[in-house]
Every structure is written in structure tokens, then in C-alpha cells.
């Protein structure tokens, strides 16, 4: 069974500070990994990370992928308070439907 | 271009009772899925499609069903709701495996309460 891990559960930061949000997976036969941004309702999606391609960065935004421990990580520099959201991570196995696995997320708050 | 979308945004039933979540989507996916999400529980995948006629179970779907008549709709159904099932809802789609880039796009959800 494909199992996602996701750390801390919750953050709390001010704005300015850099955070670093942890994901490690079991999945077997590994096809990529995703994070998405949920704020008030749908999540939105920021990276994929797969085996062609283990950094990925958007503005202070950046992820990079660990294909040895099995894990990954987001970065935020300079958080401002919308970034304030559950940060969630899914697996894609290389088999079956494009279907994800999620980890239960990380709450992060940003206070000013 | 409106994305997915789900109807009802919020319903509240008494236990027992039946009702139909409907999820469209515009992009002409041909994968769609259905995911309940509760506190500290993430996303859960409950049913999906990948295509037109065709479903298959996710990891919890029991006391749900599904359909897939059209390709643009995936309607959800709970017979006999029970006060487990209070939950978000999310429906999402993505394109058909032709590419190792493929992510899923979400709807807005729906709050469901059973009493």
C-alpha cells in the first residue's frame, strides 16, 4: 500500500521567515510526486516532480526531490501571510490511473 | 472556460436519506475522480473514471456509488447517507496517461453534513 508522510503538521511562522515543508513516500514503482496549495476550497496545484526532473522553483517557491531517501521537500523564502494554507503532498504510482496518494498536509500559518 | 465544477457547494442530510453530487468539467478530461477529505485524514480517493461508461473503487468506497454516462460528468451517489460520510467532497480530472506530466485540477468542493 502506498503510504505518504508529510511534516511538520502544523506551522506557525512570521512573515519573512523561511519554511521548509517535509514529504516522504512508500510508493511501489514511483512515477512523480505533487504538491498542491489549499487555501479556502480546491487545491491548486504547484510542482510535479518525477525522475527527469527533481527541482522544480516558481518565485519563492521551490521543491526538490530526493529519489534516494524517498523524499522531498517545498521551500518558501520570505513568507507573507498568503501563504498561509495546507500544503499537501501526493504520489503517483507508475501503474494503474494517475491516481494520487495524499499525505494528511501541513498546516501553515503565517502571522504578520 | 470554467474548470470543474460540483453542485451542490453545501446540503445537509438526515441519515438515511439519498442524494447525487454532480461534478462537471470543461477541459474534455478523460480521467475523473472523487475524493472525500476530513480533518487530519488529507484526501481520500473514493471512486474514479477513466472514461466514458467505465469506474472503478478508490481506497474507501464503501456506501458510495458512481456513474459516468457522459465524459464531461461523474455524478456521485450515497443511497443511505450515515453521519460517517459528513465530509468535503472534491471531484477532480486530468488529461488520459499520454504524457508522464499529467495533475489532477480540482473543484471547489462540497460540504456535506449528515445528521
Known amino acids: 500500500e502506498d503510504k505518504v508522510v508529510q511534516s511538520p503538521l502544523s506551522l506557525v511562522v512570521h512573515e519573512g521567515d523561511t519554511v521548509t515543508l517535509n514529504c516522504s513516500y512508500e510508493v511501489t514503482n514511483f512515477r512523480s510526486l505533487l504538491w498542491y496549495k489549499q487555501e479556502k476550497k480546491a487545491p491548486t496545484f504547484l510542482f510535479m516532480l518525477t525522475s527527469s526532473g527533481i527541482e522544480k522553483k516558481s518565485g519563492r517557491l521551490s521543491s526538490i526531490l530526493d529519489k534516494k531517501e524517498l523524499s522531498s521537500i517545498l521551500n518558501i523564502t520570505a513568507t507573507q501571510t498568503g501563504d498561509s494554507a495546507i500544503y499537501l503532498c501526493a504520489v503517483v504510482p507508475n501503474s494503474g490511473y494517475s491516481t494520487l496518494t495524499f499525505g494528511k498536509g501541513t498546516m501553515l500559518l503565517v502571522s504578520p | 472556460n470554467a474548470g470543474v465544477t460540483q453542485t451542490p457547494k453545501f446540503r445537509v442530510l438526515k441519515t438515511g436519506q439519498s442524494m447525487t453530487l454532480l461534478c462537471a468539467q470543461d477541459m474534455n478530461h478523460e480521467y475523473m475522480y472523487w475524493y472525500r477529505q476530513d480533518p487530519g485524514m488529507g484526501l481520500r480517493l473514493i471512486h474514479y473514471s477513466v472514461g466514458e461508461g467505465t469506474t472503478a473503487k478508490g481506497e474507501v468506497p464503501d456506501g458510495y456509488n458512481v456513474s459516468r454516462l457522459k465524459k464531461q460528468n461523474f455524478l456521485l451517489g450515497l443511497e443511505s447517507a450515515a453521519p460517517s460520510q459528513t465530509s468535503v467532497y472534491f471531484c477532480?480530472?486530468?488529461?488520459?496517461?499520454?504524457?508522464?506530466?499529467?495533475?489532477?485540477?480540482f473543484g471547489p468542493g462540497t460540504r456535506l453534513l449528515v445528521l
Open positions: 477532480a480530472s486530468s488529461r488520459a496517461e499520454a504524457s508522464r506530466e499529467t495533475t489532477q485540477y
